[in-house]
C-alpha cells in the first residue's frame, strides 16, 4: 500500500501530476500507539448508481478537499494513441453542458474556484486520473456540483482541442525532452515493460499526442468517466451525511455506463538483462539508476508492506544503510536513494538512484551496491532496524491523520489501486507483522544479485557527454 | 530490395520457416552482363477479385513451384495475441470446405501432395505469410485448387485446434526457448522495436501462444485471407496462360474481401543506447551483437541498394572488410558477419554477430568495430571493391534465374514487402547506380560510431554463464 508520505507523489509514475502541495501538520499527535485504532476513521457510502463515496472528517479548519478519483490512467489507452488520458484531464476544464448540473465554459470551472478563494487541478497516472478542488467548506455543494457536471457532459470547442494538443506537447517538451533525467527515467520504465502499457509513457511519445484525435479522446472519455468507474473522495470540515445528500443531489443524477474490463498485456519472462546509457552535454555528474519490478499491495499485499518497509531500512534517508556505506564510508556516491511506490494495479517498481564520485567508479558503485542487497540476503537487517523503522512509519501515519487535505489523497490512490479502506486504516497495525524473515525472504526473491535474471530490473547509466568510452 | 540470395531465409525475422531448400543451379551463365536484361522476364496478371498472379517459365524440368503469398504476418496481430498468424499458417493444414473447390480432412492437403511425389509446406514472418508447394508440373491444377480452397474455406475439427497449439508451443520451447541465440535475438529485437510490432517475435510470447482462442484465429483468416490480400506465384515448367486459364478456375471463384489497411504503431526517436547481456551455462563462447534500424527497400530503394553493396564489402564474407581485419589481421575476433535484410515493410534491420577471442577482448572488439565503420564514414571504399562487389552481385543474380524454385521465393518476398516486379527484375542495372557517395553517406546516416543516439542500435553480449562480472 501506498505510505503516508505524500512527497512520492513526484514520482515518474506521475509524471502528469500538478502543483499539488497538500499540508501536513506539524503538530505532534497526542497518541502515538496505534495499535488498536483506524487512521483516519473514515467514513464509506455508496450511490445506487455505483459511485463509492468516502469522507474524512477533520474540523481543525473551516476547509475541505474535494477530489473524484477515476479508474482510468494511460495503461487503459488503446495502441498508438498514448498521452489520451492525460490529454482528457485537461481537456476537462475546457467546457461542459449539463441540463441540470449547469453549463460552464472553457476555463471557467476553475476561474469560479478561484474566484471563490479556493483552488483547483488535475493529475493523470497509470491507473487513474483524478481532479481536486480546495475550498471553503461552504462551497462545497458548488463544486460538486460542477465536478459532476463535468462527469459525463464534456462540451468543448474544437479550437481548445487544437490549442491544448499545442499545450500537451510543449509540457512533454518541457517535462521530458529537455530534462535527461526525465529522458532516463522514460527510456528504463520502457525497457523494464516490455509488452505491457506500463512501458509507455503517462504523457505520450510526442509523435503519438501530434496525431490524436477529439473522436479518440471523446471515445475514451464515454468509456471510462461514469459514476460506476468513481471514487469520491472528501476530506475537512464537513460530516458524512452532509456530502452524502449533496452527492444524491448531484453525482446522483448521473447514470451508470458501460465501463471496460481492464484488459491489459503482459510482459514476457525477463531472461536477459537490459541496460540504458544516454549521455547529454547537459549533464555534470554521472548517475547511476536501477529500476526493479516487484509486487504492487495489490498483487500481494504482505510483499508490498515488507518492501516499504526495506525500503525505509535501506534506503529512505542519510541514515539509511545504502547512504551510510556508500556515501558515508565507501565514499563511492555523493548520493544515494532508493525508493518504492506500492500503489500501481499491475507491477509496482523499486529504484535505486547514485550519484557516483565519478565515471570511473560506476562499476565499483555498483558492485558496492550488490553487497549490500547481498548482506540482506544473507544476514537480514537486525531487530533494532526493523522495530524502529516499523516505529517511525506508523509515527507518519499519526502525523497523516491531521492533515487537512493530505487525507484525500492518500484513501484516492491506494483506493483507486485496489486496496480496501481497512488496509489503508489499519496499516500501522499491519507492518508490525512483518518479520526479518519477511524482509529476507522478499530481498532473496526480489534484490538478489546473484540471481540477476529471474528478478526484472534494467540498469541506467546517464552520463556527461563524451564520456561514452568508460561505459562500454 | 532482397537480394537473390536465398540462405537470407534463415534470419530471425523469418523465424517461423521450415524446411526450404531452393536448388540453386551450379551451372554457370553464358551472359555475365545483366546490364539490359530482365532477370526473370517474369510475366503478370491480375484476377478481377484482386489476385496479383506472377509466372516464370523455366521448362529446364517438368516442376514447377506454386506459391501463395498473404500480405499477413505478426505483425498484423492484435496486441496481446501475439503468435497467431504463425499459428494459422499451422491450422491451414487442419481441414478445408468448400462447395466448388472440395473438402479436405486434417492433413490430407499434404498427403496429397506428398503421395503425388511433391512437397509442400509454409512459413510465417512480421510481414507475410506463404504457402507453397513443389511437384510435377501436371499437378498444378490439383495444387491450385486445394490452395484456392483454403484461401476462404478454412474448417477444422476444434480438437486439432487445441492438439496445434501444443505443436506451436514446443516449437517455441525448441526454437528459442532452448537456444540462448535465439533468446538473444529475440531479446534485441524487442528492444530494438519499442512500441512497434516488429518488436514482438513472430512466433508468439508463451503466455499469449498459450491464450489464444479459436474465434481471433478466425477473425484474423477472415480479416486477411483473400485473393486481393495476396500474390500468387508460380516459376517452372509452365507456360504463363496456363497458369492464368487455371487460376480464374480456381482462384477466380473467391470473392474479394474487405480487408484492413495496415496500421501500425511506431517506435519513439531514440535517445539512449541500450544494451541486453544474457548469460547462460550452454554458452561455451561470448559473442558480441549489434542490431540496427535502417531503410527498408518499400522505404529507400536507393539506400536499400547501398546497404546491401556496403553489406557485402564489411561482412558478406571471409574477404570482406571486416573478416580480414578483425580476424586475420587484428585477431580480436575468431568469426564475424553483417547482414541486411531488405524485404520489410517498415523499418529493416542490420546485423554485427561476432565471436570475440575471449570474453576479455568484448570492449576492444566494440572498439575496431567502431573503427572500421568509422573508415567508410571518413574514407568511402575503393572504387575497386565497389566495382567487384557490384560484379560478383550480379553475378548471384544470373545464377537465380536458373535455379527452379528460386524465383518464386525472391520474386514473392520482395512483392509482397512492397517492391514493384521491375525493382526486381532491373535489380542489376539498379546497383551499379550506387556509388562510393552513396555508401559515404548511408554510413554517416545510419553507422556513424561517432553519432550513435540517432541511429537506433542495439548491443548484445552473450555470455558464458558466471562470466557477468566481467561486462558491467
Known amino acids: 500500500m501506498q505510505k503516508f508520505i505524500l512527497t512520492l507523489l513526484s514520482a515518474a509514475t506521475i509524471s502528469a501530476i500538478i502543483a499539488y502541495t497538500p499540508t501536513i501538520s506539524t503538530v505532534q499527535a497526542k497518541e502515538t500507539n496505534a495499535a488498536i485504532k483506524k487512521v483516519f476513521d473514515a467514513k464509506s457510502y455508496m450511490l445506487d448508481n455505483g459511485l463509492q463515496i468516502v469522507v474524512v472528517e477533520n474540523h481543525r479548519a473551516p476547509v475541505i478537499t474535494h477530489m473524484i478519483w477515476y479508474r482510468a490512467g494511460a495503461a487503459d489507452e488503446p495502441r498508438g494513441q498514448s498521452g489520451i488520458a492525460h490529454f482528457l484531464e485537461h481537456l476537462l476544464f475546457k467546457g461542459q453542458k449539463h441540463k441540470v448540473l449547469g453549463d460552464l465554459s472553457p476555463g471557467e470551472f476553475s476561474r469560479i474556484v478561484r474566484s471563490l478563494g479556493g483552488e483547483d487541478n488535475a493529475f493523470t497516472s497509470q491507473d487513474y486520473t483524478a481532479y481536486y478542488q480546495s475550498i471553503a467548506s461552504e462551497h462545497l455543494e458548488k463544486v460538486m456540483r460542477m465536478e459532476a457536471g463535468r462527469m459525463r457532459g464534456i462540451d468543448i470547442p474544437l479550437s481548445e482541442f487544437a490549442s491544448e494538443n499545442k499545450v500537451i506537447q510543449e ?82 443524477i448521473i447514470k451508470r455506463a458501460k465501463t471496460p474490463a481492464r484488459k491489459r498485456t503482459t510482459s514476457p519472462p525477463f531472461i536477459s538483462q537490459t541496460s540504458v546509457t544516454l549521455a547529454h552535454e547537459s549533464i555534470k555528474e554521472p548517475q547511476f539508476r536501477r529500476t526493479y519490478r516487484v509486487p504492487s499491495h495489490r498483487q500481494d ?48 517498481t523499486l529504484s535505486i538512484v547514485a550519484t557516483p564520485v565519478s565515471v570511473d567508479k560506476m562499476d565499483a558503485l555498483q558492485d558496492a551496491i550488490d553487497r549490500e542487497l547481498r548482506k540482506i540476503v544473507m544476514d537480514g537487517v537486525t531487530d533494532q532496524e526493523l522495530s524502529d523503522t516499523i516505529s517511525r512509519m506508523q509515527g507518519e501515519a499519526i502525523y497523516a491523520r491531521d492533515s487537512l487535505s493530505g487525507p484525500a489523497m492518500v484513501i484516492g490512490y491506494n483506493l483507486i489501486t485496489g486496496a480496501t479502506l481497512d488496509d489503508i486504516e489499519y496499516w500501522p497495525q499491519r507492518i508490525e507483522t512483518v518479520t526479518n524473515k519477511h524482509i529476507q525472504d522478499i530481498a532473496k526473491t526480489y534484490l538478489n544479485p546473484d540471481q540477476p535474471y529471474t528478478t526484472p530490473y534494467v540498469n541506467g547509466f546517464l552520463l556527461p557527454k563524451n564520456s561514452r568510452g568508460n561505459m562500454k
Not at 224 to 232: H, K
Open 171 to 252: 509540457e512533454r517538451r518541457q517535462r521530458t525532452d529537455n530534462d535527461p533525467r526525465a529522458q532516463m527515467a522514460e527510456q528504463m520504465t520502457e525497457a523494464l515493460f516490455p509488452n505491457h502499457p506500463y512501458g509507455i509513457p503517462v504523457i505520450g511519445w510526442m509523435h503519438e499526442i501530434q496525431a490524436l484525435e477529439w473522436a479518440d479522446a471523446k471515445k475514451f472519455y464515454d468509456q471510462y468517466y461514469a459514476p460506476n468507474n468513481a471514487i469520491l473522495i472528501v476530506s475537512g470540515d464537513v460530516k458524512g451525511e452532509e456530502v452524502l445528500a449533496i452527492a444524491k443531489r448531484t453525482y446522483g
Open 301 to 348: 499485499a504482505q510483499a508490498s508492506l515488507t518492501l516499504e518497509i526495506l525500503e525505509s531500512i535501506i534506503g529512505g534517508s542519510s541514515t539509511s544503510r545504502f547512504y551510510k556505506s556508500l556515501v558515508i564510508k565507501q565514499k563511492l556516491a555523493t548520493n544515494i536513494s532508493l525508493s518504492y511506490n506500492s500503489s500501481a494495479w499491475n507491477d509496482a
